[in-house]
């Protein structure tokens, strides 16, 4: 079976950073789109940032300059480095992937266009 799993998440407090990363196992999705997506208890699932097969990049609006989605190939591992947390960045992280396509497009607003995903990684950023 093709796995995703990730890792680093934690509690913080405002202003400071966490680095997440999800490694896959089963399959390679270097030439694939990627993306981490959230959800926070009582909200729908929402796009934080998606990655494409060229390395094409989009990001939520409320995460804009704060976050950076970077991959590193020869591991297969796919990292979120997230800076200057707020309180509302709280929430269970998720790593996906859309296994048959390697642009993302509009992907980031759509989580059913993802085909795999990991058990997600709790955020928690304190005031």
């Known amino acids: 079976d093709v796995q995703l799993v990730e890792s680093g998440g934690g509690s913080v407090q405002a202003g400071g950073s966490l680095r997440l990363s999800c490694g896959s196992s089963g399959y390679t999705y270097i030439t694939r789109c990627m993306g981490w997506f959230r959800q926070a208890p009582g909200k729908e699932r929402e796009g934080v940032a998606t990655i494409d097969g060229d390395g094409n990049t989009r990001y939520a609006d409320s995460v804009k300059g704060r976050f950076t989605i970077s991959r590193d190939n020869p591991k297969t591992t796919l990292y979120l480095q997230m800076n200057s947390l707020k309180p509302e960045d709280t929430a269970m992280y998720y790593c996906?992937?859309?296994?048959?396509?390697?642009?993302?497009?509009?992907?980031?607003?759509?989580?059913?266009?993802?085909?795999?995903w990991g058990q997600g990684t709790q955020v928690t950023v304190s005031s």
């Open positions: 996906a992937a859309r296994p048959l396509f390697r642009y993302c497009h509009d992907s980031i607003l759509d989580p059913s266009s993802f085909g795999a």
